[in-house]
């Protein structure tokens, strides 16, 4: 039986990607400004591995009353109290930002006498967290260190595989991509914390792994024609690997779609996160990180090298 291939995208794709960078690049500084925006005015939802304090997850039988048990919570000596449903109306997570030097087990504790003798309801206690501030900081400084430490070391991987300029464009990409996946945090509320910079991190070696294809197959055009203009052979390029950005990038979403949607409520941000960083590292990859190659002078450089 002789076997045939099947093709979901034409081999012969010719969609002029660098005529139309411009509109890519009009939204990735639209989005921008948007987060920056929203960062200066409302700032991150920090979530306790960076604030410090408790946070209690817990269910009752019948819709809480969100207003009587923050009256019951306020004014009690526990500090700053917050409280809110998620998943549904039965579902309620409490925070509380406790002093550096209270302790946790009275604090809960307290909290749990304050709630059942405040309501009648059964209540089920699902999740009780807790994190010092001083651990919350130093958790904030080694996210942030662990960012960008990986971002120069995917630039530098880049660097020494192909040129200097891949590169650069590469840190371009991700750079982009992860002030996108942190405006999707500061517009959706989601908590910030370890969670959000392991989707952080993730989609970064995503982003990484797609740019390097097309690199792959940008340098060995370069190889193969020599006078070709550059942003026909970068449109042949991104053509040419086209089906298979798109056939890797639909396959990882369907997992990733099937996780924010199954997943839960504890890792409802980390998943959705992850659903919107792989459209932005795939967008990425053929928008910023491929076009970015037309301004840094890659073809005089080819060009000298051969001769």
Known sequence: MKFIPIHFFSNKTKIDFIGTRWYGFGFSILFSIISFAILATHGLNWGVD???????????????DLAKMRDSLNN??????????????????????????AEQSTIIQKVKNILETST??????????????????????????????????????????????????????????T?????????????????????????????MNDSVII?????????????IPFADLLNQSMNETLARTVLTSSTTLLAALSLAIFGGEVIRGFSWSLVFGIVVGTYSSIYISAPALVYLGIRDDKQEAVA
């Not at 408790?54 to 809480?64: D, H, M, Y």
């Not at 700053?80 to 997570?93: A, I, S």
């Open 120 to 177: 009648d309801d059964k209540i089920e206690y699902r999740n009780i967290e807790y994190v010092g501030p001083a651990v919350g900081n130093e958790l904030k400084r080694s996210g942030v260190m662990a960012t960008i430490f990986a971002c120069v070391a995917i630039m530098g991987y880049v660097w020494f595989r192909f040129e200097w300029q891949f590169g650069i464009g590469t840190l371009l990409a991700l750079a982009h991509d």
């Open 50 to 64: 960076f604030t410090g304090g408790i946070v209690i997850e817990l269910r009752t039988e019948k819709p809480a």
């Open 215 to 227: 690199y792959d197959r940008i340098r060995e055009n370069l190889r193969r024609y020599k006078k």
């Open 179 to 207: 002030i996108m996946v942190i405006g999707f945090y500061a517009i959706t509320r989601f908590d910030f914390g370890l969670n959000a910079v392991a989707a952080v991190l993730t989609i970064i070696g995503y982003s």
């Open 76 to 101: 009690k000596g526990l500090g700053e109290v917050t409280l809110q449903n998620f998943g549904d109306v039965k579902n309620v997570m409490i925070r509380i930002q406790a002093a550096e030097n």
